[in-house]
């Protein structure tokens, strides 16, 4: 996880053949599909870094990745 001003990123590696959506919530309790280009369940090379990007919330933020086998 990076800030950088009024954005944050969230980089990480693919995982083979597996679909990944991240999601973000302000009290760990109610998640939502953290809504980002990119953020779209493709699989992704595992050998290639990914990032996420988008507006930092003024609210605490919490990140959780879903993994689904496709």
Same mark, same amino acid.
């Given at each position: 996880?990076?800030?950088?001003?009024?954005?944050?990123?969230?980089? $990480? $590696?693919?995982?083979?053949?597996?679909?990944?959506?991240?999601?973000?919530?302000? *009290?760990?309790?109610?998640?939502?599909?953290? *809504?980002?280009?990119?953020? *779209?369940?493709?699989?992704?090379?595992?050998?290639?870094?990914?990032?996420?990007?988008?507006?930092?919330?003024?609210?605490?933020? $919490?990140?959780?990745?879903? $993994?689904?086998?496709?």
């Amino acid at each position: 996880v990076r800030e950088e001003g009024n954005d944050i990123s969230l980089e $990480f $590696f693919g995982v083979g053949n597996r679909r990944m959506t991240a999601y973000r919530s302000s *009290d760990l309790l109610n998640w939502t599909r953290w *809504d980002v280009p990119g953020n *779209d369940g493709t699989p992704l090379n595992p050998a290639t870094p990914h990032t996420l990007t988008g507006s930092r919330d003024t609210r605490e933020q $919490f990140f959780r990745f879903e $993994f689904e086998e496709r």
